[in-house]
């Protein structure tokens, strides 16, 4: 079973920034989409930003173009981060990461939550002054 392994959430001020981390401890991915969510109290949960391991594609939600960059760490065969710049209150959410182990991505399914087999607990961001 594979396990997923947020870490690097906060409390920041409007236009800090903050680096989420997602790992699957002892896992080699050889293909999977990797995915971050989230959702704000009382909103649906959506898609943040995806990214294709192994082929290095990325995937964005428009409401993070420009600010949110999200990349697979090469030090880990399982692991991506999302670096988020710039950010704004509207940013505060629980944040999720996701892997489709073994699944493409693109541009349709990468914000498709049952796209994902594999979920993490989530982690608080808070952006407020």
């Known amino acids: 079973q594979v396990q997923l392994v947020e870490s690097g959430g906060g409390s920041v001020v409007p236009g800090g920034r903050l680096k989420l981390s997602c790992v699957a401890p002892g896992d080699t991915f050889t293909s999977a989409c990797m995915g971050w969510f989230r959702q704000a109290p009382g909103k649906e949960r959506e898609g943040v930003a995806a990214?294709?391991?192994?082929?290095?594609?990325?995937?964005y939600a428009d409401f993070v173009k420009d600010r949110f960059t999200i990349s697979q760490d090469n030090t880990k065969s399982a692991a991506v981060d999302l670096q988020m710049n710039d950010l704004k209150p509207e940013d505060s959410a629980m944040y999720y990461c996701a892997a489709a182990v073994g699944s493409s991505c693109g541009p349709t399914v990468w914000k498709m939550e049952q796209w994902y087999n594999t979920w993490g607990e989530g982690i608080q961001v808070t952006v407020s002054t």
């Open positions: 990214i294709y391991i192994g082929i290095g594609l990325t995937y």
